[in-house]
């Protein structure tokens, strides 16, 4: 199986090159000319959107063809495993924020959660992955449910999963985005400060070999000299800029949903690169 993965990503980057394969199909030559106008909207340089919209092409070729089978084909390395590591040994909860991004969704059977469950962070939980109604819904959490359960992991020291820069949750603050007005949750913030559990970012990048990088990053940066809202505005930052760098890295790697929320966000007065 690895040995035809290996064979089929070289056949498919050379393929996803050529302008004729790029326009078979309406769906590919849909996906291409909407990669070429986020490209355009967000700045990025020209020369370089051919390769970014190979890469775009391969990645979600990939993803329809491997899906979830990925980390059992692909070869993967783990960068920053220390920091997780780390936290662990503090006794301390942990709190991955992720990104909305190819590969990455908050279903059980996405790479990343199928990665944490054969490590040692356990018990672990996805917040919202219940889309219940309620008139008691705390800020920031799709229901009553989640956060209790999420305050219970964390203060036992295990780990849970938010993906702040989604569309659920009731509380969210305002953040200039690539010259849009984007809604970031504060709901891992507010965690975070309730229980001590450490922030660290934690994204999936698929190389254009189709070699995987699980990146865990360093925990965000917290003061006690900070007020709590001051503290929670500092998180919520942060993880914004990691979303940045990860966006100015990995353009390929954001899913095509979110390109075109992004486009139709509403535009910001001040240009945020």
């Not at 909207?41 to 391969?58: D, Q, Y």
């Not at 991955?96 to 990455?104: D, E, L, P, T, W």
């Not at 219970?152 to 938010?162: D, E, N, S, V, W």
Request: with cysteine; proline share 4%.
């Amino acid at each position: 199986m690895s040995i035809f993965y290996s064979a089929s990503v070289r056949v498919l980057y050379f393929l996803c090159g050529q302008n004729w394969f790029r326009n078979l199909g309406t769906k590919r030559k849909r996906h291409a000319a909407m990669v070429e106008r986020f490209l355009q909207e967000t700045n990025f340089p020209v020369g370089a959107w051919p390769e970014i919209i190979r890469n775009s092409l391969l990645t979600n070729l990939i993803e329809e063809l491997w899906g979830n089978r990925l980390l059992v084909v692909a070869p993967v390395v783990v960068e920053g495993l220390e920091y997780a590591q780390r936290a662990q040994a503090s006794k301390t909860g942990i709190i991955f924020v992720r990104f909305h991004q190819k590969f990455g969704g908050a279903k059980i059977s996405a790479p990343l959660t199928n990665w944490l469950e054969r490590q040692s962070f356990r018990p672990q939980f996805n917040v919202g992955d219940r889309r219940h109604i309620s008139a008691e819904v705390p800020e920031g959490f799709s229901n009553a449910q989640d956060l209790i359960q999420a305050q219970h992991i964390l203060r036992k020291g295990g780990m849970i999963q938010i993906v702040p820069d989604g569309e659920h949750g009731l509380k969210g603050v305002q953040r200039n985005f690539y010259k849009h007005q984007r809604t970031f949750r504060t709901g891992f913030a507010e965690l975070a400060l309730a229980t001590r559990a450490q922030v660290i970012p934690i994204c999936l990048q698929l190389k254009a070999n189709g070699a995987v990088t699980i990146k865990i990053s360093q925990p965000l940066r917290r003061s006690s000299e900070m007020t709590r809202d001051e503290q929670i505005a500092s998180l919520v930052d942060q993880y914004v800029s990691a979303l940045d760098e990860f966006w100015k890295t990995y353009p390929y790697m954001i899913v095509y949903h979110y390109m075109k929320k992004h486009m139709k966000g509403s535009k910001s007065n001040t240009a945020s690169d």
